[in-house]
């Protein structure tokens, strides 16, 4: 809808261009049949003629802009803010998960829980006291499984449970 409205308002533009190019040659025209003695040897013709050509060919190309974006234009999706529920996730949920982990794995897939479900990496190893390595292999062990996912975030990583 909005690519339509863009292609008409400069289709639009183009044909007020073109009413306004048609006005000023009609008035140079007359002004040189008034003032120009030579007749059709004057070179006040050569320069009408010149401004008109290269007006109707800047006029002829914002409307074949205009035509393209009116028809081909793509539509960007619409930003509507859709509200977002609250997933409260439940370590209940995720019992049968939980008794297949070892304690490390446990304890990192526990503190992903009571974040809801998002947690940044770096938040992780401030939260369970493991070094940076150690809290990178076990979130790989995790992903393998198809339990969690890591999306890049700037310098570091936000770690998501699939549902």
Known sequence: MRSQVVGGLIIFVALLMGFIIYAFN???T???NISCEHGS??????TINF???VSIAIMSFVIIIGLYILFFG???????QTKIQDIFIKKDYYEEILKTLTHEEKTIF??????NGTIFQSTLTEKTNFNKVKISRILDKLEG????????HGMTNVVIIKH
């Open 74 to 80: 793509k539509e960007e999706e619409n930003m509507v």
């Open 26 to 28: 009609t008035a140079m």
């Open 110 to 115: 526990e503190c992903i829980i009571d974040s």
């Open 51 to 53: 401004q008109t050509n």
């Open 30 to 32: 007359e002004i040189v």
């Open 145 to 152: 499984r198809g339990l969690i996912e890591r999306r890049r």
């Open 41 to 46: 040897t004057c070179p006040m013709w050569g």
